[in-house]
């Protein structure tokens, strides 16, 4: 993703499906490292948009649930909408290409 905090809004969404995501799962998902996976969670607890609590999973280690702050989920919000109006206008900017791109071609084909 190009930016981080698109990959940051991808985590959030991720985590509230399924708050027992392993950081190895959680980085299959995203298609990053192990290292960019445990970075993104890192960054995520430090600005207090999830938090983690320790829990023993079926193998009997210890594991971890990430859950989503009410400051995460207004964060989640806030960066969907983002998302949203930039993907809107790159989809309309593309439209408009796509338009033009007609136009040219049917037009050049007029004057064969």
């Known amino acids: 993703m190009p930016h981080s905090e698109d990959a940051h809004l991808r985590v959030l969404h991720l985590l509230q499906q399924q708050p027992e995501l392993s950081q190895r799962q959680l980085a ?3 298609g990053v490292s192990l290292g960019k996976a ?3 969670l890192r960054a995520l607890l430090e600005k207090g948009s999830i938090k983690a609590r320790n ?7 210890l594991a971890y649930a990430y859950f989503l ?3 995460g989920l207004a964060q989640k919000t806030t960066m969907a909408q983002d998302y949203l109006q930039r ?3 790159e989809y309309e900017a593309l439209r408009s290409e796509i338009e033009s ?3 040219e071609i049917a037009a050049e084909a007029g004057n064969v």
């Open 87 to 89: 993907k809107t206008a």
């Open 101 to 103: 791109l007609r136009q």
């Open 38 to 40: 445990n970075y993104l």
């Open 55 to 61: 829990f023993r999973n079926s193998q009997n280690k």
């Open 28 to 30: 299959e998902k995203l």
């Open 69 to 71: 702050t009410p400051q």
